[in-house]
Structures are given as structure tokens and as C-alpha cells.
């Protein structure tokens, strides 16, 4: 699939490539490598490959936003993009896509928030069942076009 310029995952690997980020996720969330200091930084590294493998034909955008907002509020953030201007967050997404995410980056910084857990039993821990390879199938009528 291309989108002007920008050459997304060929439908072949999606499932695969999918399955590969949500364990790449899930291992940065269970090592706790993904802390205060870094979270903007990682959470833009995580919306831009998601933005690249594109698993659907419409809705990448705004699945990749309920996507990486619901991985903010598991790790204790809230992610708020809805306060970034559409035209903007395209604008850098895009740039994310040419090699460097320091302005997606830059703008998760300007509309994120730490929350206050209630109790320490919410461990964050992302669900990688629902959208890995075993649910995404080369038999999909998006993944053949």
C-alpha cells in the first residue's frame, strides 16, 4: 500500500511484523525499560511502527490513536492526542516515516500527563492476543489489495 511517498509493510507481513512489535512492546513494558524519562520517546517510536506496517486500508489513523493511548494509560499516562491539531499530528507522523520521530515525539510531550493509580495492583501489560498474527489472516480482503 502507498500512501504519496510512503511505502507501507507489504500486506504479506503484516501479520507477522505485528505480532514482532507487540512482543517488542510488551518485552519494553515487562523490563521496565520504558520509564518517565523515555515515554514520549518510546510511545512515538511505537505509533510510527505501527503507522508503517498499516494493517488496514482505512482506519490506520485513528486506530493508531486509540492504540497508543490505551499503551499510555496501561504504563500510567494519559495520552491525550485529541488535543493535537489533525493537520499537525499527520505532519509529523509523516516525518516519522523519513527517519526521525523527534518531532512526534516533541508533540506526545506537549499532551501527555502522568496518572494516579488508586492501588498498586494495576500492573501495566499490554493484550498482544487481539490483534497478533493469529487473528490477522493473509485471507483478509484488506491484507490482499
Given amino acids: 500500500m502507498v500512501k504519496g ?11 507477522a511484523a505485528l505480532e514482532d512489535l507487540v512482543t517488542k ?15 514520549s520517546e518510546n510511545l512515538a517510536y511505537y505509533y510510527g511502527e ?12 485513528r486506530t493508531q490513536k486509540i492504540f497508543i493511548e ?37 508533540v506526545f510531550e506537549e499532551v501527555i500527563e502522568t496518572k494516579h493509580f488508586k492501588g498498586k495492583s494495576e500492573q501495566p501489560n499490554i493484550n498482544s492476543k487481539s490483534i497478533t498474527s493469529t487473528n490477522v489472516t493473509k485471507n483478509n480482503h484488506d491484507l490482499e489489495r
Avoid: C, W
Fill in 5 to 15: 511517498k510512503t511505502m507501507f509493510a507489504n500486506a504479506l507481513y503484516v501479520p
Fill in 70 to 106: 490505551k499503551v499510555a494509560d496501561k504504563l500510567g499516562y494519559s495520552l491525550q492526542l485529541e488535543k493535537v491539531d489533525s493537520k499537525k499530528l499527520l505532519e509529523v507522523t509523516i516525518e516519522s516515516v523519513n527517519g526521525t520521530g523527534r518531532p512526534l515525539k516533541k
Fill in 50 to 61: 505501527l503507522n508503517m506496517i498499516h494493517p488496514f486500508r482505512e482506519g490506520n489513523g
Fill in 25 to 39: 512492546l510488551n518485552s519494553d513494558i515487562t523490563s521496565k525499560y520504558i520509564t518517565s524519562n523515555n515515554v
